[in-house]
């Protein structure tokens, strides 16, 4: 099982950026898989999961319609849109199946993980 996070970078508050969870070794359309986040508060936020039947669940502070959760399932990969962003929104951003919730970003101690991707929204 192998998942790589890509579509990180530096975007200016108000901007847009796709990041994009490519799966290898299983099929994302037959299990859970969601996106989380830790920033400079090193607290690892649980953001969405996407599951097997495509339904969606955004977590607390999630749910004001920045962050959108979706599925290619012919490109095996989860992608998470998110628009109108903020400094604060500056952090490492995950993808994981099974992932749980984890004190730790960074050293997760269920299921698997991808290496993350950085996101840094400043002017």
């Known amino acids: 099982v192998q998942l790589v996070e890509s579509g990180g970078g530096l975007v200016q508050p108000g901007g847009s950026l796709r990041l994009s969870c490519a799966a290898s070794?299983?099929?994302?359309?037959?299990?859970?898989v969601a996106w989380y986040r830790q920033g400079s508060d090193n607290e690892c936020d649980k953001i969405a999961h996407i599951e097997y039947d495509v339904r969606v669940r955004y977590y607390r502070h999630f749910e004001d319609g920045r962050f959108i959760i979706s599925r290619d399932n012919a490109k095996n990969t989860v992608d998470l849109q998110m628009t109108s962003l903020r400094p604060e929104d500056t952090a490492v951003y995950y993808c994981?199946?099974?992932?749980?919730?984890?004190?730790?970003?960074?050293?997760?101690?269920?299921?698997?993980w991808g290496q993350g991707t950085l996101v840094t929204v400043s002017s």
């Open positions: 070794g299983f099929r994302v359309a037959e299990f859970e």
């Open positions: 994981a199946v099974n992932g749980g919730w984890p004190d730790d970003c960074t050293a997760p101690t269920n299921g698997d």
